[in-house]
């Protein structure tokens, strides 16, 4: 299913497939988060809910990282939506940095998405699975 979000300002108005469902916007009292008038959005908010906090749990993941290794992390780009490229600092070893980050990495991954970080030094790359 297609879920088209636009936004504007702090309004996200909603279209899955053809249908435009209504907008809400985001509350911490709520329930879910969010909140909406709109009948037909009220129905899905509590999936949108948990896909809206997947993603942004999932683009805070270089900045947790970063916080946890600190100098360790020279670089990091999202390759898509599922492969983050993180440049390690070259005076690391890129395997035992490699083991750490899979030592803690369950403590701040906060969604079920799969995905891999691509941990690289000069040529060489480790590959780091989530989920």
């Known amino acids: ?3 088209t979000i636009d936004q504007d ?3 996200l108005n909603v ?3 053809d249908t435009y469902l209504g907008s809400m916007v985001e509350n911490e009292q709520s329930p879910y988060g969010w909140e909406t008038t709109d009948p037909l959005l009220l129905e899905e908010l509590p999936d949108l809910s948990m896909a809206l906090k997947e993603e942004k749990a999932m683009e805070n993941l270089p900045y947790a990282l970063k916080d946890l290794f600190g100098e360790s992390i020279a670089y990091w780009e999202w390759e898509d939506d599922q492969n983050l490229r993180v440049i390690a600092h070259p005076d690391l070893d890129l395997s035992e940095f490699a083991n750490a980050i899979r030592d803690q990495i369950n403590e701040i991954v906060l969604f079920d998405k799969t995905m891999v970080i691509n941990l690289s030094q000069n040529d060489k790359t480790e590959e780091i699975y989530i989920n």
């Open 9 to 11: 300002d702090e309004v």
């Open 1 to 3: 299913m297609l879920v």
């Open 15 to 17: 279209t899955i497939g």
